[in-house]
């Protein structure tokens, strides 16, 4: 101890050593006093004030806990799973045992990215329905646009408080459920699987974050906040429960006929899967199966050709990113597009007071 306080000593004796320190404590300084005399900026007051407003909503609390409820649940029967599932021979040597915890269900509950495509969109729903018609309702709209700052830092502000909700909570939530793997089953993730999981969870920020500006479209477009949540949830209910109803229909109605060669037979299975991949579950359900399941090596039908020869072992995180590259764009131009209509329309609203 008394060699390294020499060591210390004979450092800053040092001339360019006392000269590094100086600059430093003066660099310091000068960050404390821009901290204390400077002023917030309008746009983060107005994001602190909505993730403030989000957080102590009995809305976002009863979704919070509905949510936690089911991931946990599907978390249990998970572990329960794996437990049996590591006793096996053929799973203790698996790669990629720990990804099981994300993707193994027995029945009883769906598996936890399951829980969350179901319930992510109505999180989103739930954060935007009311974001710009509440505001016009109770009369503050117009005070806020009265005040000395640019309007579309308001719209802006709502997304970006929401998503930051959004972001942390589905972060939070999955790295809690990696630390209740990893004490229970005793098995750490490996460095691919921890970047797998971080990958999903982004998707699934970017999968709500679709919905949350969907919602806050809706909302500026409609005056009452209850059409407006009719409306989103009416939309969710058609492309979760009645597209795929209707595409079923078309599917059987152009079925080939028996006699159709195996192209056809792979054309109008294409054309199907063209069909439900409009939908943003589809997508998320393609993107995040692919990314926890590293054994998916296509997401379409496969020619006797394509499989012929194909070594049956998981694929690496760059090439699953690769095939999940269409579901992905696809995730961020309908977020993006939807985000842009949303600041369109309420950039060309009129407000006026009550």
């Known amino acids: 101890m008394e060699k390294l306080h020499n060591a210390v000593r004979q450092l800053k004796t040092r001339p360019w050593a006392a ?3 100086d600059s430093s404590s003066r660099y310091l300084e000068r960050v404390r006093e821009r901290r ?8 983060w007051v107005i994001v602190q004030k909505e993730v403030a407003d989000h957080v102590r909503s009995w809305r976002f609390n009863v979704l919070l806990f509905l949510i936690l409820l089911t991931c946990f649940g599907s978390l249990y029967t998970s572990i329960t799973n794996l437990v049996d599932e590591a006793a096996k021979a053929n799973d203790a040597d698996d790669p990629y045992f720990f990804l099981k915890l994300f993707t193994l269900s027995d029945g009883s509950l769906p598996p936890f990215h399951v829980f969350i495509g ?8 739930g954060l935007g329905f009311d974001a710009i018609n509440s505001e016009q309702n109770s009369g503050t709209l117009s005070r806020i646009m009265a005040q000395p700052i640019h309007r579309d830092y308001l719209i802006n502000a709502k997304f970006m408080a929401a998503f930051v909700v959004i972001g942390v909570m589905f972060f939070a939530l999955g ?12 098995i750490p993730p490996t460095a691919e699987e921890f970047l797998r999981v971080v990958f999903f969870l982004l998707l699934s920020v970017l999968y709500v974050a679709f919905w949350l500006n969907l919602s806050v479209f809706l909302s500026i477009r409609f005056r009452q906040a209850a059409t407006s ?14 597209y795929q109803i209707i595409v079923n229909l078309v599917a059987r109605a152009m079925m080939p ?3 159709a060669s195996p192209q056809q037979l792979i054309g109008h299975q294409q054309f199907v899967l063209n069909l439900m991949r409009v939908v943003p579950s589809q997508l998320y ?3 995040t199966t692919t990314l926890l399941s590293p054994s998916v090596r296509s997401l379409g039908p496969l020619t006797m050709e ?7 072992s998981p694929l690496p995180l760059g090439q699953s990113l690769l095939i999940v590259w269409p579901q992905l764009t696809g995730l961020i131009a309908a977020t993006v597009i939807c985000f842009v209509l949303s600041y369109v329309s309420f950039m060309r609203k009129e407000i006026r007071s009550r």
Request: glycine share 12%; net charge negative; no cysteine.
């Open 36 to 43: 204390m005399n400077g002023v917030t900026h309008p746009f």
């Open 285 to 287: 359900t393609d993107a």
């Open 19 to 21: 000269k590094l320190a």
């Open 257 to 259: 006929s028996e006699m």
């Open 229 to 242: 949540a009719l409306t989103a949830i009416a939309i969710w209910l058609f492309f979760t429960v009645f």
């Open 118 to 125: 179901f319930l992510g969109p109505l999180l989103g729903i």
């Open 175 to 186: 790295f809690l459920v990696m630390g209740f793997g990893m004490v229970i089953i005793g």
């Open 306 to 312: 394509q499989a012929y020869g194909a070594i049956p």
